[in-house]
């Protein structure tokens, strides 16, 4: 190869000089630095994928002649610690961080026998609370605490009486998730499911009470899947972030 000349030499290294000297954009730079300072995501926990569970509950239904109140609390939440859904090892109603509350009109009651079927259009609301501490005796205090997720609810349960005061209730519900609050515990931030979330939620349960004051109460246990979610798709190799 041939070797360059003095002047050819001078020039290379002139031309090398003024490209060190050039401004390089700081797009890079500055973009690494934001990334780096932004927060983290928070975590998705209560919705599942498609079919799976996302939740499973303990709880109450009082069925009045025009309303049908439903409360208790939330034994499994996909994507949670177990053991940061009680304050106590022990899980009951007054241990409970998660909690739930809705009082939904009813569009229809119909008897047919010994069997009596509930429908109506409402909401539930899903509440955290620290430091928990609802009871039976007061179904206004599973409604206390933060706010994380708000569901509009279908209702369509079906009582099933064998005696007076002895049935066994069965519930299929559908829900659409309003809002996905955030939330902290145990120093990590959390999100309670993704609005738009449609899925089911199953229950089943006995009556406790049938006298006529606050109208037939069952104790329920259920859980709730998602049945439809937004997808989002993946390009391979582009990143997410």
């Known amino acids: 190869m041939r070797a360059l000349g003095t002047g050819a030499t001078a020039i290379a290294i002139a031309f090398l000089t003024i490209i060190t000297m050039l401004p390089w954009p700081?797009?890079?730079p500055v973009s690494a630095l934001a990334w780096q300072d932004a927060p983290p995501s928070p975590v998705e926990i209560g919705a599942g994928p498609i079919r799976e569970r996302a939740f499973a509950l303990v709880g109450r239904a009082?069925?009045?002649d025009d309303s049908a109140q439903v409360f208790g609390y939330l034994t499994d939440v996909i994507g949670l610690d177990p053991a940061l859904?009680?304050?106590d090892a022990l899980p009951s109603?007054?241990?409970a961080r998660f909690t739930y509350f809705g009082d939904i009109p009813l569009a229809s009651r119909g008897n047919r026998g010994d069997v009596t079927a509930f429908a109506g259009e409402g909401g539930i609301t899903i509440y955290f609370d620290e430091d928990a501490g609802a009871t039976w005796d007061?179904?206004?205090s599973f409604a206390a605490g933060e706010p994380v997720a708000e569901l509009s609810l279908t209702l369509r349960d079906t009582l099933q009486r064998q005696a007076p005061a002895v049935g066994v209730v069965v519930g299929d519900e559908r829900f659409r998730q309003e809002t996905a609050g955030e939330f902290v515990i145990g120093g990590e931030t959390y999100r309670f499911g993704q609005s738009g979330i449609e899925g089911r939620l199953r229950t089943v349960g006995a009556l406790v009470d049938s006298d006529g004051g606050a109208g037939l109460v069952a104790a329920l246990t259920g859980s709730g899947s998602v049945s439809a979610r937004?997808?989002?798709?993946v390009i391979p190799g582009e990143s997410g972030a």
């Open 93 to 95: 109603a007054q241990t």
């Open 26 to 28: 700081r797009t890079g």
């Open 138 to 140: 007061d179904p206004a």
């Open 230 to 233: 937004e997808a989002f798709p």
């Open 85 to 87: 859904l009680f304050t």
């Open 62 to 64: 009082v069925y009045a």
